[in-house]
């Protein structure tokens, strides 16, 4: 059973920086798709940023482009999204996700049935 461990997240004045985590475990498939999904209070849960395993495709949503990034570290199994220049608008719990393979046209909006497991999900505030 796929297990995804999520750290990081808190509460940060707009502009400055945080670093979430996710490890993973349980999963023996050597192909997979990892990254997060964020809710805001009140909206619908949306994608953020997504990786492949070898790290070699990177998928992000328009409104974080150019301030977050992702990254794996696969000796540990471990994402990274690193976000920069935060704003209030980023607010949200945020969790982590894994797709088992690969997905054909693999876009930041991938439907959550496709979905194989879940973070706990971490609170990022963002104060203005």
């Known amino acids: 059973e796929v297990q995804l461990v999520e750290s990081g997240g808190g509460l940060v004045q707009a502009g400055g920086s945080l670093r979430l985590s996710c490890a993973a475990s349980?999963?023996?498939?050597?192909?997979?798709?990892i990254g997060w999904f964020r809710q805001a209070p009140g909206k619908e849960r949306e994608g953020v940023s997504f990786i492949t395993g070898s790290g070699g495709n990177t998928y992000y949503r328009d409104s974080v482009k150019d301030r977050f990034a992702i990254f794996v570290d696969n000796a540990k199994n471990t994402a990274h999204l690193q976000m920069n220049s935060l704003k209030p608008e980023d607010s949200g719990v945020y969790y982590c996700a894994i797709i088992e393979g690969l997905v054909a046209g693999m876009t930041v909006d991938i439907p959550e049935y496709d979905i194989d497991a879940w973070g706990q999900g971490t609170q990022v505030t963002v104060s203005s």
């Open positions: 349980g999963f023996t498939f050597p192909d997979y798709v």
